[in-house]
Protein backbone atom coordinates (compact mmCIF):
# COMPACT_ATOMS: atom_id res chain seq x y z
CA UNK A 1 0.00 0.00 0.00
CA UNK A 2 3.04 2.10 0.93
CA UNK A 3 4.56 1.53 -2.39
CA UNK A 4 1.17 2.49 -4.49
CA UNK A 5 0.96 5.78 -2.63
CA UNK A 6 4.29 6.80 -3.39
CA UNK A 7 3.51 5.64 -6.70
CA UNK A 8 0.08 7.94 -7.06
CA UNK A 9 2.06 11.02 -5.82
CA UNK A 10 5.01 10.54 -8.26
CA UNK A 11 2.57 10.07 -10.54
CA UNK A 12 0.90 13.51 -9.99
CA UNK A 13 3.92 15.46 -9.30
CA UNK A 14 5.47 13.78 -12.72
CA UNK A 15 2.34 15.44 -14.40
CA UNK A 16 2.97 19.14 -13.12
CA UNK A 17 6.43 18.29 -13.88
CA UNK A 18 5.32 17.42 -17.95
CA UNK A 19 2.54 19.74 -17.87
CA UNK A 20 3.52 22.85 -15.54
CA UNK A 21 0.79 25.07 -16.83
CA UNK A 22 -1.52 22.55 -15.31
CA UNK A 23 -3.26 24.33 -12.26
CA UNK A 24 -5.56 23.16 -9.93
CA UNK A 25 -6.17 26.20 -8.68
CA UNK A 26 -6.59 27.96 -12.31
CA UNK A 27 -3.29 30.47 -11.57
CA UNK A 28 0.24 29.51 -13.56
CA UNK A 29 1.86 26.96 -11.39
CA UNK A 30 4.92 28.44 -9.51
CA UNK A 31 6.10 25.76 -7.45
CA UNK A 32 9.69 24.78 -8.26
CA UNK A 33 10.91 21.42 -8.54
CA UNK A 34 14.36 20.20 -7.24
CA UNK A 35 15.76 16.45 -8.31
CA UNK A 36 18.65 16.09 -5.56
CA UNK A 37 20.72 12.89 -5.36
CA UNK A 38 23.98 11.45 -4.67
CA UNK A 39 26.72 10.84 -7.20
CA UNK A 40 26.80 7.05 -8.38
CA UNK A 41 29.44 4.33 -6.90
CA UNK A 42 32.94 6.26 -6.74
CA UNK A 43 35.54 3.96 -7.82
CA UNK A 44 38.17 3.36 -4.88
CA UNK A 45 41.24 5.73 -5.71
CA UNK A 46 43.61 6.95 -3.59
CA UNK A 47 43.11 10.04 -5.86
CA UNK A 48 41.24 12.21 -4.19
CA UNK A 49 38.64 13.00 -7.22
CA UNK A 50 37.55 9.23 -8.29
CA UNK A 51 35.46 8.21 -11.25
CA UNK A 52 32.19 6.09 -10.71
CA UNK A 53 32.20 2.26 -10.96
CA UNK A 54 30.89 0.25 -13.86
CA UNK A 55 27.61 0.12 -11.41
CA UNK A 56 27.97 4.13 -10.75
CA UNK A 57 27.84 4.07 -14.67
CA UNK A 58 24.67 1.83 -14.73
CA UNK A 59 23.39 4.04 -11.84
CA UNK A 60 23.61 7.20 -13.77
CA UNK A 61 22.17 5.79 -16.98
CA UNK A 62 19.14 4.48 -14.78
CA UNK A 63 18.64 8.18 -13.69
CA UNK A 64 18.57 9.26 -17.10
CA UNK A 65 16.07 6.72 -17.83
CA UNK A 66 13.97 7.65 -14.98
CA UNK A 67 13.99 11.40 -16.14
CA UNK A 68 13.83 10.83 -20.05
CA UNK A 69 10.64 12.33 -19.94
CA UNK A 70 10.62 15.20 -17.43
CA UNK A 71 11.68 18.93 -18.86
CA UNK A 72 14.77 19.85 -16.64
CA UNK A 73 15.67 23.82 -16.82
CA UNK A 74 19.05 22.93 -15.35
CA UNK A 75 21.47 20.27 -13.55
CA UNK A 76 23.64 21.44 -11.31
CA UNK A 77 27.41 19.46 -9.64
CA UNK A 78 29.68 19.95 -7.55
CA UNK A 79 33.02 20.16 -9.24
CA UNK A 80 34.23 16.45 -8.47
CA UNK A 81 34.61 13.49 -11.09
CA UNK A 82 32.32 11.70 -9.70
CA UNK A 83 29.32 13.99 -9.67
CA UNK A 84 29.78 15.39 -13.43
CA UNK A 85 30.00 11.80 -14.64
CA UNK A 86 26.85 11.18 -12.72
CA UNK A 87 25.10 13.51 -14.80
CA UNK A 88 26.68 13.01 -17.72
CA UNK A 89 23.95 10.85 -19.16
CA UNK A 90 21.40 12.65 -18.72
CA UNK A 91 22.31 16.49 -20.02
CA UNK A 92 23.25 14.94 -23.32
CA UNK A 93 20.20 12.82 -23.47
CA UNK A 94 18.59 16.85 -23.13
CA UNK A 95 21.34 18.68 -24.38
CA UNK A 96 21.93 20.77 -21.70
CA UNK A 97 25.06 22.10 -20.06
CA UNK A 98 26.11 21.18 -16.23
CA UNK A 99 26.33 24.45 -14.07
CA UNK A 100 29.01 24.25 -11.34
CA UNK A 101 28.35 24.64 -7.40
CA UNK A 102 30.31 24.09 -4.46
CA UNK A 103 29.09 21.69 -1.76
CA UNK A 104 28.50 24.31 0.87
CA UNK A 105 28.26 27.69 -1.29
CA UNK A 106 26.32 30.04 0.75
CA UNK A 107 22.61 30.89 -0.94
CA UNK A 108 23.34 28.40 -3.09
CA UNK A 109 19.36 27.21 -2.96
CA UNK A 110 18.22 30.72 -3.15
CA UNK A 111 20.06 31.23 -5.99
CA UNK A 112 18.88 28.18 -7.58
CA UNK A 113 14.76 29.34 -6.43
CA UNK A 114 15.15 32.61 -8.10
CA UNK A 115 16.81 31.77 -11.16
CA UNK A 116 14.41 28.85 -11.65
CA UNK A 117 10.21 29.95 -10.29
CA UNK A 118 8.16 27.24 -11.69
CA UNK A 119 10.91 25.34 -13.17
CA UNK A 120 12.62 21.73 -12.61
CA UNK A 121 16.26 21.53 -11.57
CA UNK A 122 18.37 18.53 -10.66
CA UNK A 123 21.41 18.85 -8.45
CA UNK A 124 23.67 15.98 -7.37
CA UNK A 125 25.87 16.32 -4.83
CA UNK A 126 27.32 14.02 -1.70
CA UNK A 127 26.14 12.00 1.19
CA UNK A 128 26.48 14.80 3.49
CA UNK A 129 25.68 18.00 1.38
CA UNK A 130 22.21 16.12 -0.73
CA UNK A 131 20.26 15.83 2.70
CA UNK A 132 21.52 19.31 3.59
CA UNK A 133 19.85 20.58 1.22
CA UNK A 134 16.50 18.74 1.37
CA UNK A 135 16.55 19.70 4.99
CA UNK A 136 16.93 23.45 4.24
CA UNK A 137 14.31 23.32 1.45
CA UNK A 138 11.74 22.07 3.77
CA UNK A 139 12.53 23.94 7.28
CA UNK A 140 12.88 20.63 8.95
CA UNK A 141 15.82 18.47 9.79
CA UNK A 142 14.03 15.24 8.71
CA UNK A 143 16.81 13.77 6.80
CA UNK A 144 20.53 12.51 7.91
CA UNK A 145 23.85 12.49 5.88
CA UNK A 146 23.88 9.12 3.92
CA UNK A 147 25.58 5.67 4.68
CA UNK A 148 28.53 5.70 2.54
CA UNK A 149 27.36 2.60 0.54
CA UNK A 150 24.24 4.68 0.15
CA UNK A 151 23.68 5.54 -3.47
CA UNK A 152 20.01 4.85 -4.50
CA UNK A 153 18.01 7.64 -2.71
CA UNK A 154 16.18 10.34 -4.55
CA UNK A 155 14.85 13.49 -2.93
CA UNK A 156 12.48 15.00 -4.93
CA UNK A 157 11.39 18.35 -3.56
CA UNK A 158 8.12 20.15 -4.36
CA UNK A 159 9.20 24.11 -3.24
CA UNK A 160 6.63 26.86 -3.26
CA UNK A 161 9.56 28.48 -1.35
CA UNK A 162 12.47 27.74 0.33
CA UNK A 163 11.62 25.87 4.14
CA UNK A 164 8.47 25.06 2.89
CA UNK A 165 9.13 22.70 0.21
CA UNK A 166 7.43 19.09 0.48
CA UNK A 167 9.85 16.11 0.10
CA UNK A 168 9.55 12.34 -1.43
CA UNK A 169 12.28 10.35 -0.59
CA UNK A 170 12.58 7.32 -3.19
CA UNK A 171 15.19 4.92 -4.01
CA UNK A 172 15.75 3.78 -7.89
CA UNK A 173 18.56 1.71 -9.44
CA UNK A 174 16.28 -1.72 -9.97
CA UNK A 175 15.52 -0.59 -13.76
CA UNK A 176 18.05 -1.99 -16.09
CA UNK A 177 17.78 1.24 -18.73
CA UNK A 178 17.03 0.46 -22.57
CA UNK A 179 20.28 1.56 -25.11
Excluded at 65 to 71: A, E, S, T
Excluded at 79 to 87: A, C, D, H, N, S
Excluded at 154 to 169: E, T, Y
Amino acid sequence: MKKLLMLVFLIIVLIGLIVPELSFTGEQNTITTLFLVRHAEKAASVWEDPGLTPAGTARADELAYMLKHVKLDAIYSTPFKRTKLTVLPIAKQKGLGVKPYKPNEADFLQKVLQAFPGGTVLIVGHSNTIPKLANELSGQFDFSDLDDPIYDNLFIACVPNKGNAVILRMRFGSHTPEK
